[in-house]
């Protein structure tokens, strides 16, 4: 096995202070590098702020700054959120660095040496949110299909990187690879993308200036996504010692830039002959209202406060133990209270004080004989496993089956009632030194914490995760979680006045066209006629051909409502259960058919 180990997260877009969806996917990271650091590995994590392109020229303009400075002003968010997080990362690289410049310039030059790079004329739709160039059929109408806003249609020479040159050599690597793109739903969205023929990337805008000089043509700039990639051998000073120590890396990202880091990086190196990363997809946190948490959106949960109302190790414990890896999570902070009284408070501080309280009358412990049938129900293999496997959430999860297993010994053997209870506590006290090491790189103050307590100082390495001889004279007990007191909230019902009911304006249309939601198995968008879109939950209960002219009834004059990134514009009526559904249309066929109890 390799004895050095490179994670990097995405480097984010500072437009604005950081969200709840960039504290995951840190926090992921940081997890990954702290176990892989347990192990006994040489690590690299990096992280940072991708700090070109329009955008950030646009809303510098709107403050008054120069784009450099308005980057300044938003970077201190990051960084805190890093120091708040307890983010253990060796880089924090942001694109406006010499050194990255320098890069970007040597990888471009050797591309054009190659002959892979060329002066061409540039006409389709751009999205300035995510800085990406779009084909028509990618597209929602002139919608960007990440963002649901308007792109913009652009039409100017720039240069190209021949792309669609390298699209079967990244096919065949994919298939042969099948830890490049994880997980794999997200291997065959690529793949079933790549049967159409690849477009040639564009690399350079002309008619912005905040960007690195294109080194072939100082009458352009670099595009944004060009130079936000190269950042990831930027930080391990490609292509010298470090470079050569560390690479390939496993690139952490959420889902909406799978195909920059997998088809527009993945030709990019196969055209530098560098060996290609393994890329390791996260979903989106969804806020409480459904949708995915985003700046966008204006939904977004700020870290910070989080971190002023709950532990931090709280919080961390929360996201990896409820999300699973590579899947949409739900964050919501009566289950973040949840997890906190009954699994942190209870099953693990509540098993540390007890402990320490018990050891505490015989001062001092000496060694005494290991109970195996104890330390049998570690399942450290099965831990290492899953951790190989990348399911965080999984691992934990085993973790806390050995706690369970210590709270369920102490119970059933009941020193305080034995004449010697050194044995059992000492048994004990060897499990919960085990459980600090394995849960520092998941809640790394907590471990702390509990060797504070068992007044030792663990040397943080795997290899430590069995029982050994070891003097113990602990410390003074304390509360390692505090239970969170949850307000109970008197219920009221509510009604619904006269007048509340008279404000719906209610209408009959026409659905014309049903498509799939992008980002939800449970729903589509409907087209209407009148001219109008609705996005609805029907599709369980309904084919498509079901649909299509099929008169219905709605509420016209409710705000529209962005849901799972599409836009929907009024609300269908219907009645039903989670059985069946009908929809209320105008004609009297349909009448009969809605007496449901």
Not at 143 to 168: D, G, I, R, V, W
Not at 424 to 431: D, G, S, T
Not at 513 to 533: C, F, G, M, S, T
Request: proline fraction near 5%; include cysteine.
């Amino acid at each position: 096995m390799k004895d050095s180990f490179f994670v990097s997260s995405a480097i984010d877009y500072p437009s604005a202070p950081p969200h709840a969806g960039h504290m995951y996917e840190k926090i992921c990271c940081d997890v990954f590098a702290r176990w892989n650091r347990l192990q006994g590995k040489k690590v690299h994590f990096s992280t940072g702020l991708d700090c070109h392109g329009s955008k950030i020229a646009r809303c510098a303009k709107e403050t008054n700054k120069t784009p450099e400075e308005f980057v300044k002003t938003i970077e201190k968010f990051f960084l805190q959120l890093c120091k708040e997080y307890n983010i253990s990362y060796d880089d924090f690289i942001e694109t406006i660095e010499k050194r990255h410049k320098k890069v970007v310039v040597k990888m471009i030059k050797n591309l054009y040496k190659k002959g892979d790079i060329y002066k061409g004329k540039y006409s389709g739709y751009y999205c300035s949110d995510c800085e990406t160039y779009f084909p028509k059929e990618e597209l929602n109408g002139i919608y960007c299909p990440t963002h649901n806003k308007p792109t913009e249609f652009l039409e100017e020479e720039a240069y190209f990187f021949k792309m669609s040159k390298y699209q079967n050599k990244l096919i065949e690597h994919i298939k042969n690879n099948p830890n490049f793109i994880r997980p794999e739903k997200k291997k065959n969205e690529i793949l079933n993308r790549l049967k159409k023929p690849l477009h040639d990337f564009c690399l350079t805008r002309e008619k912005i200036a905040w960007g690195i000089p294109f080194p072939l043509d100082k009458k352009y700039i670099v595009s944004i996504w060009t130079d936000a990639l190269i950042n990831y051998l930027t930080t391990i000073n490609y292509p010298n010692k470090k470079f050569k120590e560390f690479w390939p890396a496993l690139h952490i990202i959420g889902t909406d830039i799978v195909w920059h880091h997998t088809v527009i990086w993945g030709t990019w190196l196969l055209a530098s002959n560098i060996k290609l990363p393994e890329v390791l997809v996260h979903g989106f946190i969804i806020s409480p209202t459904g949708e995915k948490m985003s700046k966008t959106q204006g939904n977004v949960v700020n870290p910070s406060e989080l971190a002023k109302k709950y532990q931090i190790d709280s919080i961390r414990y929360y996201l990896i133990r409820e999300i699973p890896f590579g899947e949409d999570g739900n964050f919501t902070e009566k289950k973040l209270i949840e997890r906190h009284n009954n699994e942190l408070a209870n099953d693990l501080g509540n098993l540390l004080q007890r402990i320490i309280i018990l050891v505490q009358k015989q001062k001092r412990i000496e060694p005494q004989k290991i109970d195996k049938n104890l330390f049998e129900k570690l399942d450290l293999e099965q831990i290492k496993k899953e951790m190989s496997n990348y399911e965080l959430h999984n691992a934990l999860s085993t973790i806390w089956k050995f706690i369970n297993e210590c709270n369920r010994y102490i119970n059933e053997n009941k020193p305080w009632e034995k004449e010697d209870p050194k044995p059992v506590l000492y048994n004990l006290l060897e499990a919960i030194r085990i459980i600090s090491i394995l849960l520092e790189p998941y809640m790394p103050e907590t471990s702390k914490k509990i060797q504070k307590q068992l007044n030792i100082k663990e040397d943080i390495n795997i290899k430590n995760c069995k029982p050994k001889r070891i003097t113990y004279k602990p410390g003074q007990p304390e509360i390692l979680f505090k239970k969170i007191e949850i307000k109970k909230m008197e219920e009221k019902k509510q009604y619904c006045s006269y007048e509340d009911f008279q404000k719906l304006d209610i209408r009959t249309a026409t659905i014309r066209d049903v498509k799939d939601h992008p980002n939800a198995d449970k729903l589509y968008i409907l087209e209407l006629e009148p001219k109008r879109k609705i996005v609805a939950g029907i599709k369980e209960f309904y084919k498509k051909e079901e649909l299509i002219n099929k008169q219905i009834i709605f509420i016209s004059n409710l705000e529209p409502k962005t849901i799972k990134g599409i836009e929907s514009q009024g609300m269908l009526l219907a009645a039903g259960d989670k059985n069946k559904c009908i929809l209320l249309c105008p004609d009297k066929k349909t009448e009969d058919n809605l007496k449901i109890k």
